[in-house]
């Protein structure tokens, strides 16, 4: 990930492998915390981190 506070929707969707799309849905959704800056939408890097350690975490903890 970049090192930048606010992260381009392109840079989160290509380091969780999906498409922009689904991210711009995740985020019209409120599943996925963001910023807008002028026009865009961004993610903040320190949020998206704890958004992200959140998920792995439930996915380790679901039962199968």
């Known amino acids: ?3 930048k506070a ?3 929707v392109k840079a989160v969707a290509d380091f969780l492998d999906v498409s922009v799309a689904m991210i711009y849905d995740m985020i019209l959704e409120g599943q996925l915390p963001h910023v807008r ?5 961004r993610v903040p ?3 998206f981190i704890e958004w992200y350690n959140g998920q792995k975490f439930a996915a380790d903890t679901d039962p199968v």
């Open 1 to 3: 990930l970049p090192t």
């Open 6 to 8: 606010n992260l381009r």
């Open 37 to 41: 800056v002028g026009a865009t939408k």
């Open 45 to 47: 890097r320190r949020e």
